[in-house]
């Protein structure tokens, strides 16, 4: 069993912060890269940013500058510092790894309950 568990989300003014966080617990032999993805009401889920197992980042044109995405592989943890954020951001955030469960695993996605980002204007 593995579970990706969010935490972090909830409510600020226009141009605060919020730092999310993205535990990964169970049977795990190795975790490649990690992501975060977002749901507005609405709307299909995008991608916000990934990270490889190395450490090698990219970003949505919309949060660069704004967003760091970091990981912590002796935590299996990912974290999402968002920055300067606007009403538009606002969305429910699902964290997204790709892994496998033992040695000759196929690496498949899993992924997290979501955690509810809301920025008021």
């Known amino acids: 069993q593995v579970q990706l568990v969010e935490s972090g989300g909830g409510l600020v003014q226009a141009g605060g912060s919020l730092r999310l966080s993205c535990a990964v617990s169970?049977?795990?032999?190795?975790?490649?890269?990690m992501a975060w993805y977002r749901q507005a009401p609405g709307k299909q889920r995008e991608l916000v940013a990934t990270?490889?197992?190395?450490?090698?980042?990219n970003y949505a044109d919309s949060v660069k500058g704004r967003f760091t995405i970091s990981r912590d592989n002796a935590k299996n943890t990912v974290y999402l510092q968002m920055n300067s954020l606007k009403p538009e951001d606002t969305a429910v955030y699902y964290c997204?790894?790709?892994?496998?469960?033992?040695?000759?695993?196929?690496?498949?996605?899993?992924w997290g309950q979501g955690t509810q980002v809301t920025v008021s204007s």
């Open positions: 997204n790894a790709n892994l496998g469960r033992y040695r000759y695993d196929i690496p498949r996605e899993y």
């Open positions: 169970g049977s795990i032999f190795s975790i490649n890269a």
């Open positions: 990270i490889t197992s190395v450490g090698s980042t």
